[in-house]
């Protein structure tokens, strides 16, 4: 087991990360607040680089629970296809490692399989604040390193702030991926706001939308029952959490966000978009109220997602937008987020806000 920020590299033996086999020189990247398991049957060696706070601790057995495997003949037996499975649990469950595990061996077998990560604050398929899709043609070892084939912006880090526009982007794309191509396997990750009335509401909503042929309740003991119960018409199967999954605080769960805000803001710059060829979200004087540091989505004339930007000035006297953004395509769509961004990166709240004035 090794935690981020690392990389590990295989020298010599058979290794497998969540089903994806690894050889040859290639260097394994492992990101911080992440943990990759290293499988082997047979004696390894391995070349390991350790950032700060990196570790690594040798665990005798499979870490991968038994619980997985006949959770992988499950979809295999299935007569129909496609076969929607959607995995849901709560936070630090093992959500994406087990949608990363299902879908490696899948595709080892030769399935065309489609990941739909709904997400919005962990999002590894797509920017934080969407929901965001990716076909997959290789076993892989991070869901992080593969692009997205669309996204729909929420622009929203919990669906509890957007909980209609989260359902409705989720089906929207479901529908597009379904239409698109044909694909044996679509495999729903989704995020980890499971306790409460609201949560249970809307996670039977998501279900019933997505329509899927099971559900996958990652749990360690029983901590799902009310949202089993809740989905209760779907069929279900138990999977467990593993036992060594990697526990993170609400603000290294941020601090995780803000570094994936980097790679989709890589190599931006201010871009002036004029608001006569734009259509804006919602009634135009919405733009009167929008502050800037504002995170968000920029569309083309088709709704094919292009990416974020951070809105920098409202020029109303030139009756345009400044926007930071690596998008290099003129946007014809831009819709606002909740979430706002410094020049740092680094989420705002009216907290933080208050305090640099203060200070």
Same mark, same amino acid.
């Given at each position: 087991?090794?935690?981020?920020?690392?990389?590990?590299?295989?020298?010599?033996?058979?290794?497998?990360?969540?089903?994806? %086999?690894?050889?040859?020189?290639?260097?394994?990247?492992?990101?911080? +607040?992440?943990?990759?398991?290293?499988?082997?049957?047979?004696?390894?060696?391995?070349?390991?680089?350790?950032?700060?706070?990196?570790?690594?601790?040798?665990?005798?057995?499979?870490?991968?629970?038994?619980?997985? +495997?006949?959770?992988?003949?499950?979809?295999?037996?299935?007569?129909?296809?496609?076969?929607?499975?959607?995995?849901?649990? /709560?936070?630090?469950?093992?959500?994406?490692?087990? $949608? !990363?595990?299902?879908?490696?061996?899948?595709?080892?077998?030769? $399935?065309?399989?489609?990941?739909?990560?709904?997400? %919005?604050?962990?999002?590894?398929? +797509?920017?934080?604040? !969407?929901?965001?899709?990716?076909?997959?043609?290789?076993?892989?070892?991070?869901?992080?390193?593969?692009?997205?084939?669309?996204?729909?912006?929420?622009?929203? &880090?919990?669906?509890?702030?957007?909980?209609?526009?989260?359902?409705?982007?989720?089906?929207?794309?479901?529908?597009?991926?379904?239409?698109?191509? &044909?694909?044996?396997?679509?495999? *729903?990750?989704?995020?980890?706001?499971?306790? /409460?009335?609201?949560?249970?509401?809307?996670?039977?909503?998501?279900?019933?939308?997505?329509?899927?042929?099971?559900?996958?309740?990652?749990?360690?003991?029983?901590?799902?029952?009310?949202?089993?119960?809740?989905?209760?018409?779907?069929?279900?199967?138990?999977?467990?959490?593993?036992?060594?999954?990697?526990?993170?605080?609400?603000?290294?769960?941020?601090?995780?966000?803000?570094?994936?805000?980097?790679?989709?803001?890589?190599?931006?710059?201010?871009?002036?978009?004029?608001?006569?060829?734009?259509? *804006?979200?919602?009634?135009?004087?919405?733009?009167?109220?929008?502050?800037?540091? !504002?995170?968000? /989505?920029?569309?083309?004339?088709?709704?094919?997602?292009?990416?974020?930007?951070?809105?920098?000035?409202?020029?109303?006297?030139?009756?345009?937008?400044?926007?930071?953004?690596?998008?290099?395509?003129?946007?014809?769509? *831009?819709?606002?987020?909740?979430?706002?961004?410094?020049?740092?990166?680094?989420?705002?709240?009216?907290?933080?806000?208050?305090? !640099?004035?203060?200070?």
């Amino acid at each position: 087991m090794v935690d981020g920020p690392a990389s590990v590299m295989v020298v010599s033996g058979k290794v497998e990360v969540f089903g994806s %086999l690894v050889k040859g020189a290639r260097r394994i990247v492992i990101r911080e +607040g992440k943990r990759l398991p290293f499988t082997t049957e047979e004696t390894a060696i391995f070349d390991l680089s350790l950032g700060a706070n990196a570790s690594v601790d040798e665990v005798e057995g499979d870490t991968i629970p038994p619980s997985w +495997g006949k959770a992988l003949e499950s979809l295999r037996a299935m007569q129909k296809r496609p076969v929607i499975a959607l995995v849901v649990g /709560g936070v630090d469950s093992g959500k994406t490692s087990f $949608c !990363t595990y299902l879908t490696n061996n899948l595709v080892s077998e030769k $399935c065309t399989v489609a990941v739909l990560d709904e997400d %919005l604050g962990q999002s590894d398929v +797509g920017p934080p604040g !969407t929901v965001a899709y990716t076909y997959v043609a290789k076993p892989f070892v991070d869901m992080f390193n593969l692009g997205a084939e669309n996204a729909f912006f929420v622009g929203a &880090t919990s669906p509890s702030e957007a909980t209609e526009k989260t359902v409705e982007g989720t089906a929207f794309l479901k529908a597009e991926i379904l239409s698109k191509t &044909t694909v044996d396997f679509l495999v *729903v990750n989704t995020d980890g706001w499971v306790e /409460g009335e609201d949560a249970l509401r809307f996670k039977t909503r998501l279900a019933m939308a997505l329509e899927p042929d099971v559900v996958f309740c990652l749990q360690h003991q029983d901590e799902l029952a009310p949202l089993c119960n809740a989905i209760g018409d779907l069929h279900q199967e138990r999977v467990e959490s593993p036992a060594a999954i990697m526990q993170r605080s609400r603000e290294k769960r941020k601090s995780l966000r803000e570094l994936s805000y980097v790679k989709y803001f890589e190599n931006a710059t201010v871009k002036i978009f004029p608001l006569s060829r734009l259509k *804006v979200e919602g009634d135009n004087l919405h733009l009167q109220k929008v502050r800037e540091k !504002t995170l968000l /989505g920029l569309y083309d004339t088709n709704k094919k997602f292009l990416g974020i930007g951070i809105l920098r000035d409202i020029d109303h006297a030139r009756k345009a937008l400044k926007v930071f953004t690596s998008v290099t395509a003129n946007p014809s769509v *831009v819709v606002f987020g909740k979430v706002r961004l410094d020049k740092n990166l680094n989420e705002v709240t009216e907290r933080t806000e208050m305090g !640099t004035a203060n200070g």
